[in-house]
C-alpha cells in the first residue's frame, strides 16, 4: 500500500530558497516511506506576476533538472505541483508575453513522464468581499489538453487549482481511466476558508477518485497581493479527509489503498448509472 505526501509549502520570489524549502521537505517525505510525492501549484517561484514570463524555464531548464535529479535520488515518483513554463517567441522570434503554469511529473529514474498545462486560468474580482482582483491570464496561456499517467497509486489525473471549480475537468479524467486526481494550489485565503475542503471532498465523492491536494500557505512578496490558505489534503473517494496539513510548512501524509476505488465504486455505480453527459 504506497504512502503519499502532499508538500506544504510557503513559495516566495527567491528561487534558491523555494529550491530549498522543497528539496528539505521531499527528502522528509521520502524519509518517512513515501513513494508519491506532490508539491503545490507555483513550486518554483511566487513573487510579482508582472516577472512571470521573465521567470519562466523550458521543461528541461535549471529546476525541472533539480527535481528529476531528486526524484532519481530518492527513487519516488514526484509530481512538481507547477512552474512557470516558458511560453512561445512573440511575432518575429521577440521573446514570450506569456509563459504556461505547467504540472510536471517525475518517475523514480529521473525521467519526465507527463506534463499539463492549467486550462482553466484564475481570472477574479474578489475586491468587494475584501480579496484580491488578479487576472492569471495577463502573464499565462491556458492549457488545451487533459493528462492522465501511471503512477504508484494508478492512474492519475492532473489539474491545477483554479480547475477545481470546473467538474468536467474530473470526469474527462475518469473517463480517461483516472483513479486519483491531483489539485496542487495556492488557494488564496479568502477562497479557501470558505470553498477548499467542499470543493476537494465533492470532486473525491463525485469522482470516486483518491484527491491530492498540496498547498502553498502564508504571505507571498508579490506586492501584498496574495496570501494562501494552506489545508494540504489527502481525500479517499468516500470524500473523507485522511491527512490535512494546518498552518506553516510540512507534509499530510497518508496511505493509500487503490482498491478503495473499486470498493466505492461497485457500491455506488455512479458510471453505470449515469444518463447525461
Not at 209 to 232: I, K
Amino acid at each position: 500500500m504506497p504512502l503519499v505526501a502532499c508538500v506544504q509549502m510557503n513559495g516566495s520570489s527567491d528561487s534558491a530558497r523555494n529550491l530549498a524549502q522543497v528539496d528539505a521537505l521531499v527528502r522528509r517525505a521520502a524519509a518517512a516511506g513515501a513513494t508519491l510525492v506532490l508539491t503545490p501549484e507555483a513550486t518554483d517561484w511566487l513573487g510579482p506576476h508582472d516577472e512571470k514570463v521573465a521567470r519562466a524555464e523550458p521543461l528541461g531548464g535549471p529546476f525541472c533538472a533539480a527535481m528529476s535529479a531528486l526524484a532519481r535520488e530518492l527513487g519516488i515518483t514526484l509530481l512538481i505541483g507547477s512552474l512557470a513554463e516558458r511560453g512561445p517567441a512573440g511575432p518575429g522570434g521577440a521573446p514570450p508575453t506569456h509563459a504556461w503554469n505547467t504540472s510536471v511529473l517525475f518517475g523514480p529514474d529521473g525521467a519526465r513522464t507527463a506534463a499539463y498545462r492549467k486550462i482553466h486560468l484564475f481570472d477574479v474580482d474578489l475586491a468587494a468581499r475584501g480579496g484580491v482582483s488578479f487576472r492569471e491570464s495577463d502573464r499565462t496561456l491556458p492549457g488545451d489538453a487533459l493528462v492522465v499517467a501511471d503512477s504508484p497509486v494508478g492512474p492519475l489525473g492532473l489539474s491545477v487549482c483554479f480547475d477545481l471549480r470546473f467538474p468536467e475537468v474530473y470526469a474527462g479524467l475518469v473517463a480517461r481511466g483516472a483513479r486519483a486526481l491531483t489539485v496542487p494550489s495556492a488557494f488564496t485565503l479568502m477562497t479557501g476558508k470558505d470553498h477548499w475542503h467542499a470543493l476537494l471532498r465533492a470532486r473525491a465523492i463525485e469522482t470516486q477518485c483518491f484527491v491530492f491536494a498540496p498547498a502553498q500557505w502564508g504571505p507571498h512578496d508579490d506586492r501584498g497581493l496574495r496570501r494562501s490558505y494552506g489545508h494540504s489534503l489527502i481525500v479517499d473517494p468516500w470524500g473523507t479527509v485522511l491527512a490535512e496539513c494546518g498552518d506553516g510548512p510540512g507534509l499530510a501524509l497518508a496511505w493509500v489503498d487503490p482498491a478503495v476505488v473499486d470498493e466505492v465504486r461497485a457500491q455506488i455505480p455512479v458510471g453505470a448509472a449515469r444518463r447525461l453527459c
